[in-house]
């Protein structure tokens, strides 16, 4: 039986597994041999690397996607400038305290691996994180928090179009939306963020995650979260038709998979590669990459939607901490690769440890935080309202994946 009203668990299980992936991913990317992080093991893994590829392409949509669909719930509880006033709590305290606290070990531990630097870390944050520049010349930096900073912009700058939206020319053009989800035509809505980023592309050449500078990859971001908070608007008139295709999006899905590793990922002959790849994103490769994206939430909203939305007691003790884990996963990860990358072992086994390290290490420090006291505790994204901890009202059914 698909739900669409009360409070959407699948949308909590969507929004924990995305998150899940996203901290897999990143405990991974140290052991590619093909990509430069913040800190790189001497033993590299090909195959993690191109298995990586499949999640690299959609899991940033999701993620965003999602983010979108919690955006609409916490609007239609308060539209006006509550709405403002808690996105911006919400997402900015945990930004600046990420970016002048929890962020600064891991550039710290950067610099003592990959530069040589001898000095403790208390020097480093009162010597040199603030008074060098910006990274990757300097040090400060939000790191992986710049997730955080465009939902934040999203959020405050989207506003007026939200308020938009609930007016007569708005509400039609909401629909619209709708009917078009409705309709075959639906797999094509991909081509709305690829058409924005073609065109932004000469002026925003790179994706920097830098905000000013990074055009063409924000209105693609901007792109599957505004569709996100379409969606749930028209959760009830739409859900039906989404689960009705999801055998049809998962199959696209595979073969746009197969695709890309036909001609983009796997150097295995002369055609890898002559579509485009991630070094060289021709205007091929993101159309594969963004339909691909698009197909994997349709089959994974369609699929959850069917078979995920109950109520689990895990589920609610994780999803009431997930943002907290992803404000210190990042310099967990970074930490442990510097206790791990000395051991004798294979780059899987040193993954394996990685893996192992910061899930437990990530999850002890987000249980401790939620015990911090108000307003202690928001800095770790955290809410001061009981309510809001519980999740019980249907309208805070996904909070923002921040």
Not at 42 to 66: C, G, H, K
Not at 248 to 255: D, I, P, Q, R, V
Request: proline letters at 5%; glycine letters at 6%.
């Amino acid at each position: 039986m698909i739900v669409t009203t009360g409070r959407l668990h699948y949308v909590d299980w969507l929004r924990v597994l995305a998150f899940g992936l996203l901290i897999l991913y990143h405990c991974s990317v140290a052991f590619f041999p093909d990509m430069s992080w913040l800190v790189k093991s001497d033993e590299t893994s090909q195959a993690l690397s191109w298995a990586m590829d499949f999640p690299r392409a959609w899991r940033l949509a999701l993620l965003f996607f999602v983010s979108g669909m919690g955006t609409w719930f916490a609007f239609r509880s308060a539209p006006g400038l509550t709405f403002l006033r808690d996105r911006t709590l919400r997402l900015l305290v945990p930004l600046l305290f990420a970016m002048a606290v929890v962020v600064v070990p891991q550039v710290w531990l950067e610099r003592v691996m990959e530069d040589g630097y001898q000095g403790s870390l208390l020097t480093f944050w009162i010597e040199r994180y603030f008074t060098e520049g910006k990274y990757p010349a300097g040090n400060i930096t939000w790191a992986h928090m710049w997730f955080v900073a465009y939902l934040l912009v999203m959020a405050v700058g989207l506003f007026p179009i939200f308020r938009f939206l609930q007016s007569p020319w708005g509400v039609a053009l909401s629909r619209a939306f709708a009917a078009l989800v409705r309709s075959p035509f639906v797999f094509l809505i991909f081509l709305v963020p690829l058409a924005l980023n073609l065109a932004l592309t000469p002026f925003f050449p790179r994706q920097t995650n830098a905000l000013y500078n990074d055009g063409a990859w924000f209105a693609v971001w901007a792109s599957w979260f505004g569709f996100g908070f379409l969606f749930a608007r028209h959760h009830a008139e739409i859900i039906g038709s989404v689960v009705a295709r999801r055998w049809t999006s998962a199959a696209l899905a595979a073969g746009l998979t197969a695709a890309l590793y036909a001609f983009c990922f796997l150097p295995a002959d002369d055609a890898a590669g002559s579509l485009g790849s991630w070094e060289n994103q021709t205007p091929v490769f993101k159309a594969l990459v963004f339909s691909l994206a698009w197909t994997m939430i349709l089959a994974a909203i369609g699929f959850a939607a069917l078979h995920l939305d109950r109520h689990s007691a895990a589920l609610a003790w994780l999803n009431g901490k997930v943002f907290a884990l992803y404000i210190v996963h990042q310099t967990v990860i970074v930490w442990a690769l510097y206790h791990v990358l000395p051991i004798e072992a294979g780059a899987w086994t040193r993954f394996g440890l990685v893996v192992a390290i910061t899930a437990c290490l990530s999850l002890a420090i987000a249980v401790a935080a939620e015990r911090l006291p108000w307003p202690l505790r928001l800095a770790f994204g955290f809410a001061d309202r009981p309510a809001a901890r519980r999740g019980v009202p249907a309208a805070s059914t996904s909070r923002p994946a921040s």
